[in-house]
């Protein structure tokens, strides 16, 4: 299985900051790799899709980057709306799996 | 709107049954794999199954395998998990997910997510 090693697990930031998150496979996936915002008590929401893409209708603040194994999720001014918990995911081959998430608080 | 609705959660005893349904609107079903995805309470989050568009193709991670099924009703465009012998180690949150397109890579998946359905096993 690809494991997907997400860091930091927590983080404390402020408003206006600029926050970047990492994830590493530990194999290559291509860019077959999400980025998910998850507030507390609702589903996950994409917001980054195949490594670099933004999802319709996500705030252009939020981006993304890499290919291969090492991949970067930037919020370039951290709103206060943004706290929540963050997670990578594989779809590369079975099974997909998840990076542990970051906690992101002010 | 697109949209995913989960229903049939509940409590049930270690070595119980349980089927979750999922009913999709908005958007053509039979034409995108469907996933169902589990959250702990306080945990992480985890690919159960899947299943392709026209459900001759189903997968399961090997923590269910065996217990669980998948299944689609393209007509109903409803997805439905059947869980048997659940274990206390099966309550979490479970998360109906649009995938890619069934036919041919889109270059997106995970999209649209349903606002799960908790299933508690517990004597």
């Known amino acids: 299985d690809i494991q997907m090693t997400q860091s930091p697990s927590s983080l404390s930031a402020s408003v206006g900051d600029r926050v970047t998150i990492t994830c590493q496979a530990s194999?290559?996936?291509?860019?077959?790799l999400n980025w998910y915002q998850q507030k507390p008590r609702m589903a996950p929401k994409l917001l980054i899709y195949s490594a670099s893409n933004l999802e319709t209708g996500v705030p252009s603040r939020f981006s993304g980057s890499g290919s291969g194994t090492d991949f970067t999720f930037t919020i370039s001014s951290l709103q206060p709306e943004d706290i929540a918990t963050y997670y990578c995911q594989h779809f590369h081959n079975l099974p997909y799996t998840f990076g542990q998430g970051t906690k992101l608080e002010i | 709107e697109v949209q995913l609705v989960e229903s049939g959660g509940g409590l049930v005893q270690p070595g119980g049954s349980l089927r979750l349904s999922c009913v999709a609107s908005?958007?053509?079903?039979?034409?995108?794999?469907m996933h169902w995805v589990r959250q702990a309470p306080g945990k992480g989050l985890e690919c159960v199954s899947r299943i392709n568009g026209d459900g001759g193709s189903t997968t399961y991670a090997d923590s269910v395998k065996g217990r669980f099924t998948i299944s689609r009703d393209n007509a109903k465009n409803t997805l439905y998990l059947q869980m048997n012998s659940l274990r206390a180690e099966d309550t979490a949150v479970y998360y109906c997910?649009?995938?890619?397109?069934?036919?041919?890579?889109?270059?997106?998946?995970?999209?649209?997510w349903g606002q799960g359905t908790m299933v508690t096993v517990s004597s």
């Open positions: 908005a958007f053509t079903f039979s034409s995108y794999w």
């Open positions: 194999q290559d996936i291509s860019n077959y």
């Open positions: 997910v649009r995938g890619g397109l069934s036919g041919g890579w889109n270059g997106k998946a995970f999209d649209i």
